[in-house]
């Protein structure tokens, strides 16, 4: 835990000066120092942003990741329906696939950089995987009754294209993984996450920019080129940006 | 006492009819036995089933809260808000000056007469005031050039429907305003509106199509409720614990036992059967025991096997529902199609769905121009002047198409049931966003159904009888290997990623 201290009386440092109540270091050579993102960082309370350009070549990675994802889950859609596989080990792949997609999603929001995965990200990347289970257990139930309902009734069953379309619902959800990840779980949404009428098909991403208050993160919710949702389209505009507060950063 | 109802005559002449007395079981929350606790009081939530034609008004707000009747009432209040309506007087300018009341409300008051098409009637409160009607279109001039102000109808407000009702005269000829939670409002302020009297044979509490899907949504919320003991039952089945007859040293019985043993390998109910010991005499004379187990538990296997059932009996409930609210259930038995002589049966019920809803408007109608316009009338315009009126000439294009397109949508073949018909299908057709049951997205409902091939039924089949496990409960554990063959992968895929 940082060592910290609320400014009683306005100080002024070498560059800086800082308001009654402000949160500061202790140091411990004495003295006290106004708080950065660094030191919050530095004792995993903190939030790392990458650069633009360091977020775009992980974002890429990640669309690789999803694309590669919804390649397979299409190729199992097809073994599904032409018989050469059954429901319950379509399901045990599905979930295989969801769960490595997820797991190189966190890995990737880090920058690949494996140290800096904590037991809190994987409790955190194992909460998504029970949602997406739980749905996907869902998906094999109402196939099954779609199957039920051809026999009776000869209605015709999926087609693969639909099958197919469904399945990479279930990797869309990465795409959130991927930012909490970047923002160590504090978001109170992400695209892709579920919570936005597009549900895990959102095509927008997040920008983080440092805020002028140490501790403070302001995040962008960005439209890209696509047919978005109301949510979506309410998002980038209330969150424009977003102040999140990381902890101990309760500076006035 | 006879069972029948007893008709005579007192000695004073008048007509006396007793009805015998009726005892019925009850028939609350214990019909479910222990399953109760969960399913509450269905006799509070959506009563006996009773007779459609005199439903209280309690169990009609209960129906309202079922989504496709919700939905259904929804398609009717804008096609009444959207219909065409001319406001029809010999003298222009009296004819304006209602024109520029009426529109000022017309739409809310649709709205709110769709209630009454609905539940049968509904009672309003007139909001008088001393005011000039200002013409629709702003740059024109009312049509009031007098310096009093008129005294005119500005809006309406509804009454709860339950314990709301008209107050007639004695005779019942003369209509004396309305009680609402038992307060009397006067004749002056009250409008009482009436849908489908002719139906209910003169009853002012009126027909509404609410009637004619009260047993499909009855059946859906008891089939509801015994789904809902079928799904505890299958994940809490029965235990039969097995027991030889007799009693302990003790003098406990043994039947007490294995009642206790049952219940403790599980929550709810449990059976005990005597395990009768079986013997056997040899040919020699001698008396043996077979093997006859004693003592033994073992789970009753539910026969449900998954929801699809369920999903298929609410599908066609809905439909019936939906077709029930645009369409009386009695019209669309006797449509065939081989009967109409090359008109598809879509195209008959459209046009009787028109009719219904043409029906229902004029009845509107009748209302604003007898009990809303007249009294304006009275009070603003000398009585030689020409009388006023209100009449819809037409349903909107828009509506007409968009019914046209569900009704077939809700038919899909002529010569298939309607029970077969997938509303959520309609829904979709019809552009309406409705989420699939796992939360996918609608606007992919047509590419549902493709031109793939065929998947042969024995695949089907295989698929219906596999079970499919559902996830464990809590966080998916994540393994250190895992995390290691993922991050070999990623390695191998992204190299540059892990160059530092």
Same mark, same amino acid.
């Given at each position: 835990?940082?060592?910290?201290?609320?400014?009683?009386?306005?100080?002024?440092?070498?560059?800086?000066?800082?308001?009654? %109540?402000?949160?500061?270091?202790?140091?411990?050579?004495?003295?006290?120092?106004?708080?950065?993102?660094?030191?919050?960082?530095?004792?995993?309370?903190?939030?790392?942003?990458?650069?633009?350009?360091?977020?775009?070549?992980?974002?890429?990675?990640?669309?690789?990741?999803?694309?590669?994802?919804?390649?397979?889950?299409?190729?199992?859609?097809?073994?599904?329906?032409?018989?050469?596989?059954?429901?319950?080990?379509?399901?045990? #792949?599905?979930?295989?696939?969801?769960?490595?997609?997820?797991? #190189?999603?966190?890995?990737?929001?880090?920058? %690949?950089?494996?140290?800096?995965?904590?037991?809190?990200?994987?409790?955190?990347?194992?909460?998504?995987? /029970?949602?997406?289970?739980?749905?996907?257990?869902?998906? #094999?139930?109402?196939?099954?009754?779609?199957?039920?309902?051809?026999?009776? /009734?000869?209605?015709?069953?999926?087609?693969?294209?639909?099958?197919?379309?469904?399945?990479?619902?279930?990797?869309?959800?990465?795409?959130?993984?991927?930012?909490? %990840?970047?923002?160590?779980?504090?978001?109170?949404?992400?695209?892709?996450?579920?919570?936005?009428?597009?549900? /895990?098909?959102?095509?927008?991403?997040?920008?983080?920019?440092?805020?002028?208050?140490?501790?403070?993160?302001?995040?962008?919710?960005?439209?890209?080129?696509?047919?978005?949702?109301?949510?979506?389209?309410?998002?980038?505009?209330?969150?424009?940006?977003?102040?999140?507060?990381?902890?101990?950063?309760?500076?006035? | 006492?006879?069972?029948?109802?007893?008709?005579?005559? *007192?000695?004073?002449?008048? *007509?006396?009819? *007793?009805?015998?007395?009726?005892?019925?079981?009850? @028939?609350?929350?214990?019909?479910?036995?222990?399953?109760?606790?969960?399913?509450?009081?269905?006799?509070?939530?959506?009563?006996?089933?009773?007779?459609?034609?005199?439903?209280?008004?309690?169990?009609?707000?209960?129906?309202?809260?079922?989504?496709?009747?919700?939905?259904?009432?929804?398609?009717?209040?804008?096609? !009444?808000?959207?219909?065409?309506?001319?406001?029809?007087?010999?003298?222009?300018?009296?004819?304006?000056?209602?024109?520029?009341?009426?529109?000022?409300?017309?739409?809310?008051?649709?709205?709110?007469?769709?209630?009454?098409?609905?539940?049968? $009637?509904?009672?309003?409160?007139?909001?008088?005031?001393?005011?000039?009607?200002?013409? @629709?279109?702003?740059?024109?001039?009312?049509?009031?050039?007098?310096?009093?102000?008129?005294?005119?109808?500005?809006?309406?407000?509804?009454?709860?429907?339950?314990?709301?009702?008209?107050?007639?005269?004695?005779?019942?000829?003369?209509? &004396?305003?309305?009680?609402?939670?038992?307060?009397?409002?006067?004749?002056?302020?009250?409008?009482?509106?009436?849908?489908?009297?002719?139906?209910?044979?003169?009853?002012?509490?009126?027909?509404?199509?609410?009637?004619?899907?009260?047993?499909?949504?009855?059946?859906?919320?008891?089939?509801?409720?015994?789904?809902?003991?079928?799904?505890?039952?299958?994940?809490?089945?029965?235990? =039969?614990?097995?027991?030889?007859?007799?009693?302990?040293?003790?003098?406990?019985?043994?039947?007490?036992?294995?009642?206790?043993?049952?219940?403790?390998?599980?929550?709810?109910?449990?059976?005990?059967?005597?395990?009768?010991?079986?013997?056997?005499?040899?040919?020699?004379?001698?008396?043996? $025991?077979?093997?006859?187990?004693?003592?033994?538990?073992?789970?009753?296997?539910?026969?449900?096997?998954?929801?699809?059932?369920?999903?298929?009996?609410?599908?066609?409930?809905?439909?019936?529902?939906?077709?029930?609210?645009?369409?009386?259930?009695?019209?669309?038995?006797?449509?065939?199609?081989?009967?109409?002589?090359?008109?598809?049966?879509?195209?008959?019920?459209? &046009?009787?769905?028109?009719?219904?809803?043409?029906?229902?408007?004029?009845? =509107?109608?009748?209302?604003?121009? !007898?009990?809303?316009?007249?009294?304006?009338?009275? !009070?603003?315009?000398?009585?030689?002047?020409?009388?006023?009126?209100?009449?819809? =000439?037409?349903?909107?294009?828009?509506?007409?198409?968009?019914?046209?397109?569900?009704?077939?949508?809700?038919?899909?073949?002529?010569? =298939?049931?309607?029970?077969?018909?997938?509303?959520?299908?309609?829904?979709?057709?019809?552009?309406?966003?409705?989420?699939?049951?796992?939360?996918?997205?609608?606007?992919?409902?047509?590419?549902?159904?493709?031109?793939?091939?065929?998947?042969?039924?024995? @695949?089907?089949?295989?698929?219906?009888?596999?079970?499919?496990?559902?996830?464990?409960?809590?966080?998916?554990?994540?393994?250190?290997?895992?995390?290691?063959?993922?991050?070999?992968?990623?390695?191998?895929?992204?190299?540059? !990623?892990?160059?530092?």
């Amino acid at each position: 835990m940082l060592e910290v201290q609320i400014g009683t009386e306005a100080q002024i440092g070498e560059d800086f000066v800082v308001l009654p %109540g402000t949160v500061l270091l202790r140091e411990p050579g004495g003295g006290s120092r106004i708080i950065t993102q660094a030191d919050l960082a530095a004792q995993g309370g903190g939030i790392i942003i990458p650069s633009a350009d360091e977020l775009a070549k992980r974002r890429a990675k990640l669309d690789d990741l999803m694309a590669g994802f919804n390649e397979r889950s299409a190729i199992l859609a097809g073994k599904l329906r032409d018989g050469g596989m059954g429901i319950e080990a379509w399901q045990q #792949a599905m979930r295989k696939e969801i769960k490595d997609l997820h797991i #190189a999603s966190a890995i990737v929001s880090k920058g %690949g950089d494996r140290s800096q995965l904590t037991y809190a990200d994987w409790g955190r990347v194992g909460g998504f995987l /029970t949602s997406q289970y739980r749905y996907l257990y869902r998906y #094999a139930l109402a196939i099954q009754d779609k199957a039920a309902q051809s026999l009776a /009734t000869g209605v015709p069953f999926f087609s693969e294209k639909y099958l197919a379309y469904r399945s990479r619902l279930y990797g869309g959800h990465a795409k959130a993984g991927f930012y909490q %990840g970047l923002a160590e779980g504090l978001l109170p949404q992400a695209p892709g996450d579920g919570n936005t009428q597009c549900l /895990t098909n959102c095509q927008c991403t997040l920008r983080f920019e440092q805020g002028d208050v140490p501790g403070v993160i302001l995040v962008f919710w960005e439209l890209h080129p696509a047919e978005h949702c109301d949510d979506c389209v309410s998002l980038s505009q209330s969150w424009n940006p977003l102040e999140l507060w990381l902890p101990g950063a309760e500076v006035q | 006492m006879s069972d029948e109802p007893q008709v005579g005559k *007192t000695k004073q002449g008048k *007509t006396v009819v *007793t009805s015998p007395g009726v005892s019925s079981p009850s @028939v609350g929350h214990t019909m479910y036995g222990r399953y109760g606790t969960w399913l509450g009081s269905p006799e509070t939530r959506y009563g006996k089933l009773r007779s459609a034609r005199h439903l209280p008004d309690w169990v009609k707000i209960e129906m309202l809260a079922d989504p496709v009747i919700g939905w259904c009432l929804s398609f009717i209040a804008s096609a !009444l808000i959207d219909a065409d309506r001319v406001i029809e007087c010999a003298d222009p300018q009296k004819r304006q000056f209602f024109e520029d009341m009426f529109r000022a409300w017309e739409k809310d008051f649709m709205a709110q007469a769709a209630m009454s098409i609905c539940l049968g $009637h509904l009672g309003l409160i007139k909001k008088w005031a001393f005011e000039v009607p200002q013409p @629709v279109e702003s740059d024109a001039e009312p049509a009031w050039p007098w310096a009093a102000k008129p005294f005119v109808i500005t809006g309406f407000d509804p009454v709860y429907p339950v314990g709301s009702s008209p107050r007639f005269d004695r005779e019942r000829k003369h209509f &004396n305003g309305m009680t609402v939670q038992s307060q009397n409002v006067d004749v002056f302020y009250s409008l009482w509106l009436t849908s489908g009297k002719a139906w209910a044979f003169g009853d002012y509490q009126g027909r509404g199509r609410l009637e004619g899907v009260y047993l499909d949504w009855w059946m859906k919320r008891f089939g509801r409720d015994a789904y809902t003991v079928r799904m505890i039952k299958s994940n809490d089945p029965a235990v =039969v614990a097995f027991y030889p007859p007799g009693q302990t040293d003790g003098g406990k019985d043994h039947r007490d036992i294995a009642l206790e043993l049952g219940d403790s390998v599980r929550g709810l109910a449990t059976i005990a059967l005597p395990s009768t010991v079986y013997k056997q005499t040899s040919m020699t004379g001698e008396v043996s $025991h077979t093997s006859v187990r004693e003592w033994d538990v073992e789970y009753l296997e539910a026969s449900i096997r998954g929801p699809a059932d369920w999903i298929q009996f609410e599908g066609h409930i809905n439909t019936q529902l939906a077709l029930g609210m645009f369409i009386p259930p009695q019209a669309f038995l006797q449509v065939k199609q081989p009967e109409l002589g090359g008109r598809t049966t879509a195209d008959v019920l459209l &046009n009787a769905a028109i009719k219904i809803l043409m029906m229902d408007a004029t009845g =509107v109608d009748q209302h604003l121009t !007898l009990y809303a316009f007249a009294p304006v009338d009275v !009070l603003n315009f000398p009585p030689d002047s020409p009388p006023v009126r209100v009449r819809t =000439v037409g349903i909107a294009p828009d509506t007409k198409v968009q019914l046209f397109e569900l009704i077939k949508s809700l038919l899909a073949r002529p010569d =298939v049931s309607p029970g077969e018909v997938d509303v959520q299908e309609a829904l979709n057709r019809l552009g309406f966003p409705t989420p699939d049951r796992d939360g996918g997205l609608s606007g992919i409902g047509a590419a549902a159904v493709g031109d793939d091939d065929e998947v042969p039924d024995d @695949v089907l089949r295989q698929m219906l009888q596999e079970r499919i496990t559902p996830p464990e409960p809590g966080p998916v554990p994540i393994s250190d290997k895992e995390i290691d063959r993922v991050f070999r992968k990623l390695k191998e895929t992204f190299p540059e !990623l892990f160059q530092d």
